[in-house]
C-alpha cells in the first residue's frame, strides 16, 4: 500500500517537476536555474504529501522536513549532472531530457524518502545473526 501511494505522489511530483523545468525552459530560463526553482515546490510539495499520506503519521517537524529535504537534495547534482549529460552531451532538448532523469532518480527518491519519513524507531534493536 504504501508503495503504491508513493507511486502516486512521486508521479505528482514528477509531473510538477517536469512541467516547471519545460515552462521555465520556454521563457529562456537555464536547467540549472529552472532546477532550483523546481526543488524549492517540490521540496515542499512532496514533504506535505508523502508525511500526511504516503507514510502515514509521520511526524511533520523540523527535523522530518530536513532530514527529508536533505534526501531531496541529493537530486539537486544528480539532476544537473544528468541534465548536462542528456542536454549538452548529448543534445536531446530540455523537454525530453527532463523526464528521462526524472524517471532515472524516482527509485533513488523513493528509498531516501522512506527513510527520511519513517520517524523514530524504537531504540532497542535486535540482532537477528546474533544471541538476544
Known amino acids: 500500500m504504501i508503495a503504491g501511494?508513493?507511486?502516486?505522489?512521486?508521479?505528482?511530483?514528477?509531473?510538477?517537476?517536469?512541467?516547471?523545468?519545460?515552462?521555465?525552459?520556454?521563457?529562456?530560463?537555464?536547467?540549472?536555474?529552472?532546477?532550483?526553482?523546481?526543488?524549492?515546490?517540490?521540496?515542499?510539495?512532496?514533504?506535505?504529501?508523502?508525511?500526511?499520506?504516503?507514510f502515514t503519521g509521520a511526524p511533520r517537524t523540523p527535523a522530518s522536513f530536513g532530514r527529508y529535504a536533505l534526501v531531496a537534495s541529493a537530486n539537486y547534482p544528480a539532476s544537473l549532472a544528468g541534465m548536462f549529460v542528456f542536454v549538452d552531451l548529448v543534445g536531446l532538448s530540455v523537454p525530453i531530457a527532463s523526464p528521462v532523469v526524472t524517471v532515472l532518480l524516482f527509485a533513488l527518491n523513493?528509498?531516501?524518502?522512506?527513510?527520511?519519513?519513517?520517524?523514530?524507531?524504537?531504540?532497542?534493536q535486535t540482532w537477528p545473526l546474533g544471541p538476544s
Do not use: K, P
Not at 511530483?13 to 526543488?39: E, K, P, Q
Not at 523513493?110 to 532497542?124: D, E, K, M, V, Y
Open 110 to 124: 523513493f528509498l531516501g524518502n522512506r527513510w527520511a519519513l519513517r520517524g523514530r524507531q524504537s531504540t532497542r
Open 5 to 54: 501511494r508513493a507511486l502516486i505522489v512521486g508521479l505528482v511530483c514528477a509531473i510538477t517537476h517536469n512541467v516547471i523545468m519545460i515552462a521555465l525552459d520556454r521563457v529562456g530560463l537555464h536547467y540549472a536555474l529552472s532546477l532550483v526553482v523546481s526543488f524549492v515546490i517540490v521540496v515542499v510539495l512532496g514533504f506535505r504529501l508523502h508525511s500526511g499520506w504516503t
